[in-house]
């Protein structure tokens, strides 16, 4: 089954294990699968996939328009002769409209609306909202989700039917070989961020957090992972405390399971705001995989819907630092490594990729069979 991706999303960021998931489990369920992104030509030799690249220079803001301009330019001397079609909504009403004169099933990509915020959201709301009127109008046979709550979002705002939205959360590559973490009498707890470090995701509270904890006693110490807009008020902040926290830059998505083992927490920081409440954040299925506790700000992009366990400490803004000073005031040694075990299991019973690749290949191939 022949299966185009049009996707705005580049394969080397940390951005990039969603679609690396996605495009490799596709290749293992036996699609045959062509991707057209915003990447050098060659960048993708060595995958399994033909790989069309279409490089893209331009600002902030601009940049999926620039990708949709090249992607219609090359749409001109490129045959489609596929069994089905995806792209990502960032790619843009103009490209969807011509997938769809091909009579075959068409899905559209969300993994997230809008994050940024001011002019550009505006600007990017109008851009997804135009995308999903393709599926709203029939044009599209369905789209794809990261959650129940995304999946009400977009039913109820765009008055479209549950029935035509699937849900693919975030997932995790598994590993057989980790082991659960362990904490040692007077060892500081090791908190760790990875991500984008941007200043509406709420790290900058969380460095707060860390201070306070400190002051009243409990050792703790914060590892950032990344790069953003948010970095130079860290770098400030670090300079002051500078035995509390660690910034590094940009990691290898590859490297980034590894590393992670070799901390006690990961954190959650985002606030309960609309962008994040719909939200399926990768990074807190990779915690978990590498036997890390949680602790976060509690709404709905950050819970489970299934029973969890002592590993999932998430609380409301406002009592945060208090509950977590209690928290970490009195759970043991050895409830720390049954919590960690526990958390590595919930893993590999529940957010495996596999799941989500199956998900989605089922449903190409229904509509695609009929």
Request: aromatic share 8%; glycine share 8%; with cysteine.
């Given at each position: 089954?022949?299966?185009?991706?049009?996707?705005?999303?580049?394969?080397?960021?940390?951005?990039?294990?969603?679609?690396?998931?996605?495009?490799?489990?596709?290749?293992?369920?036996?699609?045959?699968?062509?991707?057209?992104?915003?990447?050098?030509?060659?960048?993708?030799?060595?995958?399994?996939?033909?790989?069309?690249?279409?490089?893209?220079?331009?600002?902030?803001?601009?940049?999926?328009?620039?990708?949709?301009?090249?992607?219609?330019?090359?749409?001109?001397?490129?045959?489609?002769?596929?069994?089905?079609?995806?792209?990502?909504?960032?790619?843009?009403?103009?490209?969807?409209?011509?997938?769809?004169?091909?009579?075959?099933?068409?899905?559209?990509?969300?993994?997230?609306?809008?994050?940024?915020?001011?002019?550009?959201?505006?600007?990017?709301?109008?851009?997804?909202?135009?995308?999903?009127?393709?599926?709203?109008?029939?044009?599209?046979?369905?789209?794809?989700?990261?959650?129940?709550?995304?999946?009400?979002?977009?039913?109820?705002?765009?008055?479209?039917?549950?029935?035509?939205?699937?849900?693919?959360?975030?997932?995790?590559?598994?590993?057989?070989?980790?082991?659960?973490?362990?904490?040692?009498?007077?060892?500081?707890?090791?908190?760790?961020?990875?991500?984008?470090?941007?200043?509406?995701?709420?790290?900058?509270d969380f460095m707060s957090h860390i201070v306070a904890w400190n002051k009243v006693g409990?050792?703790?110490?914060?590892?950032?992972?990344?790069?953003?807009?948010?970095?130079?008020?860290?770098?400030?902040?670090?300079?002051?405390?500078?035995?509390?926290?660690?910034?590094?830059?940009?990691?290898?998505?590859?490297?980034?399971?590894?590393?992670?083992?070799?901390?006690?927490?990961?954190?959650?920081?985002?606030?309960?705001?609309?962008?994040?409440?719909?939200?399926?954040?990768?990074?807190?299925?990779?915690?978990?995989?590498?036997?890390?506790?949680?602790?976060?700000?509690?709404?709905?992009?950050?819970?489970?819907?299934?029973?969890?366990?002592?590993?999932?400490?998430?609380?409301?803004?406002?009592?945060?630092?208090?509950?977590?000073?209690?928290?970490?005031?009195?759970?043991?040694?050895?409830?720390?490594?049954?919590?960690?075990?526990?958390?590595?299991?919930?893993?590999?019973?529940?957010?495996?990729?596999?799941?989500?690749?199956?998900?989605?290949?089922?449903?190409?191939?229904?509509?695609?069979?009929?």
């Open positions: 089954m022949k299966l185009l991706w049009i996707t705005h999303r580049k394969f080397d960021d940390f951005c990039a294990t969603t679609p690396l998931a996605f495009a490799n489990g596709l290749i293992e369920s036996g699609f045959t699968l062509a991707i057209i992104n915003p990447e050098s030509e060659g960048a993708h030799s060595d995958a399994e996939w033909e790989h069309i690249g279409l490089e893209v220079n331009a600002v902030r803001g601009f940049q999926s328009k620039t990708f949709s301009k090249k992607v219609l330019a090359n749409f001109e001397s490129m045959e489609l002769d596929f069994d089905a079609y995806m792209m990502d909504w960032q790619v843009g009403v103009k490209v969807g409209e011509v997938l769809a004169q091909q009579n075959r099933p068409c899905f559209l990509m969300d993994r997230s609306p809008p994050a940024d915020t001011g002019i550009l959201a505006k600007l990017q709301w109008k851009v997804w909202k135009n995308a999903w009127k393709l599926v709203k109008g029939g044009l599209f046979t369905s789209g794809f989700v990261v959650s129940n709550a995304h999946l009400r979002f977009v039913s109820q705002s765009l008055n479209i039917p549950a029935t035509n939205i699937a849900v693919l959360e975030a997932g995790v590559t598994m590993r057989d070989d980790t082991l659960p973490r362990s904490r040692q009498d007077g060892e500081a707890w090791k908190f760790v961020y990875h991500g984008q470090l941007d200043k509406h995701r709420g790290i900058i409990i050792p703790c110490h914060l590892t950032l992972i990344g790069e953003g807009s948010a970095v130079s008020v860290i770098q400030k902040k670090q300079a002051k405390h500078r035995d509390l926290f660690t910034l590094k830059g940009r990691m290898p998505q590859q490297n980034v399971l590894e590393h992670l083992r070799e901390y006690h927490i990961g954190i959650l920081p985002m606030p309960a705001t609309k962008i994040w409440k719909l939200a399926s954040p990768l990074k807190r299925g990779e915690y978990l995989a590498s036997g890390l506790m949680i602790v976060g700000v509690d709404h709905e992009g950050h819970r489970f819907e299934t029973d969890v366990g002592t590993w999932l400490q998430l609380h409301d803004e406002s009592i945060l630092r208090t509950k977590i000073s209690s928290f970490l005031n009195s759970i043991s040694n050895e409830e720390f490594t049954e919590s960690s075990q526990s958390a590595i299991q919930f893993a590999h019973q529940h957010l495996s990729w596999s799941k989500r690749v199956e998900v989605l290949a089922n449903s190409i191939r229904g509509e695609v069979n009929g």
